[in-house]
């Protein structure tokens, strides 16, 4: 019977220890970023605005995202890369003549990380 040779130990452990860092070093990073958008009323900064619509969209249509504030006022999404994006915030109340309140801000998506914003309408 042979005994393993100290030239063939060693080539072993090289090669398992390469291969150890090649697998561990495919690893894929959260490249998600998550936006929270709060609504909140200019004229009073503690109330939020339930169900306002809100539109989070760049000077191009192919990233865009549309939705309402839920009754805390809160709307949250997720985008699969980092950007820098419009936040529009439109609340229309019906009447006679209907009110209208809206409100402008931008965001910057950082990979792996949630971001809050907050749009103030009036």
């Known amino acids: 019977m042979r005994i393993i040779s100290v030239k063939n130990l060693i080539a072993i452990f090289v090669v398992m220890s390469i291969a150890t860092f090649v697998f561990l070093g495919c690893k894929k990073t959260n490249t998600d970023c998550t936006a929270v958008i709060m609504v909140k009323s200019l004229t009073d900064t503690n109330v939020t605005v339930a169900y306002a619509d809100v539109i989070i969209a760049p000077d191009y249509p192919d990233v865009r995202v549309e939705g309402k504030s839920d009754a805390t006022g809160q709307f949250q999404t997720v985008f699969k890369y980092e950007g820098i994006l419009d936040i529009i915030a439109i609340k229309i109340t019906p009447g006679t003549p209907p009110d209208t309140i809206r409100g402008k801000t931008v965001i910057r998506?950082?990979?792996?990380?949630?971001?809050?914003?907050?749009?103030?309408?009036?």
């Not at 998506?109 to 009036?122: A, H, I, Q, R, S």
């Open 109 to 122: 998506l950082k990979p792996g990380e949630t971001v809050t914003k907050t749009v103030f309408v009036d």
